[in-house]
């Protein structure tokens, strides 16, 4: 039933072009009926605290608080500075990684889609300027961006996904951290050395490109300066790390009988949508007023970082109502006992299946989103089955993060995005961007693998 129901899926989103989010309400219903759940349960599974409240409820804040930043330190020209400050500081030589840093800090708090906009006239002109094809510093972005979006806190799928599996946030993040920056650059300078050998004609110098349009330009004295930048676009990530930690030295990770003053507060800003709403009235003041913006301005781009996670949103809440039916249904539960029938499953078995569940699906489906929360549904009773590990979720959640990237092709949206921005074919898109996403998949599942038989 769950195959026929993902097929139903692939069919309505690939065949029929129906928006994603309709295609996974629909899908919920059919699945919820198909596994003969009572109709009066039903609504509750799909909408109801288990399926779209389930996500959306504690996330939404997470999610469209972090667009806004996002857009603010855009909109203010620190995103600008973050990147021709690195570039100026690195040089010709070394732009690579410039690029690569700068996208990663800026891709901690910004959507893919967003992230590729905004960056790729900057590093356009860059690359124009310093003589060297567009897509010899675009891999490195690409990776960046992707990396970000696949295992890091507050992006909306990791964040949606470590919710669903009960994994500490604060961990997700470290542990993030470290997946997410090796991947980074294996599939950015790394995989640039082997894609200019095999690919050759991808990386032609062009000085026109037409979907880049013009590069927006900054007069960088009335721009935020550089700390400041930096210091905005990751504050959530700084705030929660740094609670998580003071919670494993003097605490153990858990929440003491008695706690003092400094606990309750620690405890308190350790949540991320409190530490997300700390980080935004910082970012308000930081790049909008000190900037001399009115808050017309602010509210302005606090609109557009809204506007742009917005069908993100959905598709999460969406992947939220599958998940409420598959657990509700008592699916994920079968699904646990089936493969623990010869024992209990080892942590390494159980992120090997989360990850190759994921892949599955986002070869299926296409989109990462879906294909994630899809995943961490049918996981979940299995790690419920598991109980007392609690660094195995997190470990799970990064690994179902790695599978939603892999083998991009042409049913993902961010297919056709890259092919455009880089004025590729469809042979070379395949050739780069299909490569370069199983590239940070796989590596990905590696790390996680190796932290997985270390900590878990």
Same mark, same amino acid.
């Not at 996904?161 to 994994?167: N, R, T």
């Not at 946030?169 to 920056?181: A, K, N, W």
């Given at each position: ?29 059919i ?10 349960s ?86 124009i ?13 690409t ?15 990791? *964040?949606a $996904? @470590?919710?669903? &599996?009960?994994?500490n946030? +604060?961990?997700?993040?470290?542990? /993030?951290?470290? !997946?997410?920056?090796i ?22 110098f ?30 959530p ?9 003071y919670k ?43 900037q ?14 809204? *506007?742009? $996670? @917005?069908?993100? &949103?959905?598709?999460?809440? +969406?992947?939220?109502?599958?998940? /409420?039916?598959? !657990?509700?249904?008592?699916l994920?539960d ?6 623990q ?7 390494i ?24 929360m ?9 790690l ?7 660094l ?16 991009s ?10 092919k455009?921005?880089?004025d ?8 780069i ?24």
């Open positions: 039933m769950l195959i026929v129901s993902i097929l139903i899926l692939l069919l309505l989103i690939a065949k029929f072009k129906l928006n994603t989010f309709v295609s996974l309400i629909i899908t919920a219903f699945l919820a009926l198909l596994l003969g759940m009572k109709p009066m039903i609504p509750d599974a799909v909408l109801g605290s288990q399926g779209v409240g389930n996500i959306l409820g504690p996330n939404s804040v997470i999610f469209i608080f972090g667009g806004m930043i996002g857009r603010l330190v855009a909109d203010a020209g620190g995103s600008y500075r973050i990147a021709k400050t690195l570039i100026d500081w690195f040089g010709v030589k070394r732009l690579q990684w410039a690029v690569l840093i700068a996208s990663f800090i800026i891709g901690i708090s910004m959507i893919f889609g967003v992230g590729m906009v905004l960056l790729i006239p900057i590093v356009f002109a860059v690359a300027e310093s003589g060297v094809p567009l897509l010899y510093l675009g891999v490195s972005m990776a960046a961006l992707s990396s970000a979006q696949g295992f890091l806190p507050p992006q909306p799928a990791p *964040t $996904v @470590a919710s669903a &599996l009960g994994a946030i +604060g961990m997700m993040l470290i542990f /993030g951290l470290i !997946v997410s920056i991947t980074a650059v294996v599939a950015g300078p790394l995989f640039t050395k082997l894609a200019q050998k095999y690919a050759p004609d991808a990386f032609q062009k000085t026109e490109i037409a979907a880049v349009g013009p590069v927006k330009e900054y007069d960088l004295k009335t721009t935020p300066n550089f700390g400041l930048s930096v210091l905005t676009s990751v504050f990530l700084i705030f929660m790390i740094i609670a998580t930690i494993l030295i003097y605490t153990g990770g858990v929440t003491p009988k008695n706690p003092t003053l400094l606990d309750q507060i620690i405890e308190f800003a350790a949540n991320p949508a409190v530490a997300m709403t700390i980080a935004l009235i910082f970012a308000i003041f930081t790049m909008g007023i000190w001399h913006k009115s808050m017309t301005e602010v509210s302005k781009s606090l609109n557009a970082g809204m *506007t742009s $996670v @917005a069908g993100i &949103l959905l598709i999460v809440g +969406g992947g939220g109502a599958l998940r /409420g039916v598959l !657990v509700t249904s008592g994920s079968k699904i646990a006992s089936t493969f029938s010869g024992g209990a499953m080892s942590p078995a159980i992120v090997l299946f989360a990850w190759a569940v994921a892949a599955i699906l986002r070869i299926s489906v296409g989109s990462a989103t879906v294909a994630g899809t995943a961490a549904g049918i996981v979940t009773g299995i419920a089955a598991n109980p007392g590990n609690t195995l979720p997190v470990f799970v959640a990064l690994a179902i993060g790695a599978g939603s990237l892999i083998a092709h042409v049913n993902d949206a961010g297919f056709w995005i890259f455009e921005f880089f590729l074919t469809v042979k070379q898109t395949f050739q961007w299909t490569v370069l996403e199983t590239i940070i998949s796989v590596t990905g599942l590696i790390i996680i693998l190796i932290l997985t038989a270390v900590f878990a």
